[in-house]
């Protein structure tokens, strides 16, 4: 299992201040409590997910990385320049999609770095940023069963997350489709896709570039399908402490300088155009450490237009 209290710095000490803080930053650095910790103590606590592919997983060298990662380094890089503290680091801490929600609010980890969608009723207990990633769901399964539509799932074994809006919306399918579907809970996304593969469940509800990631990393890439029929639009965003309004508006300031400034593009770029190496250290089901593949993703219109036009919005039909 991963180590909790990673440390590593936010960007070279030596790099000089080149972005000028924000209109608005003066307030924000007044009324935000994590923001005026981070100034003392140099430290933001960062969560990351452990196999959560190509978004937040440890790699092969077992340290956090992915494209929520990358983000994030890049968010804390320019609070650093702004808060004028060259020695501020990065302490990184696990966290599970049963427990990421609960560590934001409590104010144990103050950004979250992963898969987490924005919701309207998460945004009862915890903020978000502006919307880094846009996910469908979709059903894995494998390739003999060939599973398309929910109702072929009728009676049948059905796995997904604990912790997840998948779950919550199987279990919603299930229960306005009367489909008297047994669903499993995996304890985690590498789990839930264990469960499947192991042939314990006939199919898997989760966001498609989770599954698509976990496909081209398996030890048998053409033993699954993913569904042509989705079920939701999953707007991901760095998840944030809801007291702290200063906290969030400079983590969205910052979000937007990175997207206006091209840099998330090449994020992106690498982690969904360029091939990524895994293995065992990740959690995923390549057969070495030191697996590759490429997920070949081009950006989608949709995300394409948050990236011009940035939005925290929690409601699904806001991006169509």
């Known amino acids: ?97 049963a427990t990421r929600i609960p560590q934001v609010a409590s104010g144990l980890v103050d950004m979250e770095c992963g898969v987490t969608t924005n919701t309207q009723e998460r945004q009862r207990t915890v903020a978000f940023s502006k919307t880094i990633f846009l996910a469908e769901t979709r059903l894995a399964s494998r390739r003999q069963d060939n599973i398309q539509q929910i109702t072929q799932l009728r009676g049948q074994v059905v796995v997904s997350t ?43 509800l989760m966001d498609d570039v989770l599954l698509r990631s976990f496909i081209r990393s398996a030890k048998r890439t053409d033993a699954y399908v993913i569904s042509t029929q989705a079920f939701s639009v999953e707007p991901y965003g760095i998840m944030l402490n809801r007291q702290d309004k200063g906290f969030k508006q400079a983590v969205d300031a910052a979000l937007v300088t990175l997207f206006a400034s091209g840099k998330q593009q090449h994020i992106y770029n690498k982690w969904f155009m360029q091939p990524i190496q895994v293995g065992s250290a990740s959690g995923n089901l390549a057969a070495e450490p030191g697996t590759d593949f490429n997920l070949n993703l081009p950006m989608s219109p949709r995300l394409q237009r948050v990236i011009a036009q940035p939005t925290d919005s929690a409601n699904p039909h806001d991006y169509e």
């Open 1 to 97: 299992m991963a180590q909790s209290g990673r440390e590593r710095p936010a960007g070279s000490a030596a790099t000089p201040t080149i972005t000028p803080p924000p209109a608005g930053w003066a307030e924000w650095l007044e009324t935000s409590p994590t923001l005026r910790r981070a100034r003392s103590t140099q430290v933001l606590v960062v969560g990351y997910r452990e196999s959560s592919i190509p978004f937040s997983f440890l790699n092969a060298q077992r340290q956090p990385a992915g494209y929520s990662i990358e983000l994030c380094q890049g968010v804390v890089g320019l609070l650093r320049e702004w808060l004028q503290r060259p020695g501020l680091t990065i302490k990184f801490v696990a966290v599970t999609s």
């Open 162 to 204: 604990v912790g997840t809006t998948s779950m919550r919306q199987l279990s919603e399918l299930n229960q306005t489709q009367q489909l008297d579907m047994t669903i499993i809970a995996g304890r985690d996304d590498t789990d839930s896709f264990q469960i499947l593969d192991m042939g314990r469940a006939r199919a898997y």
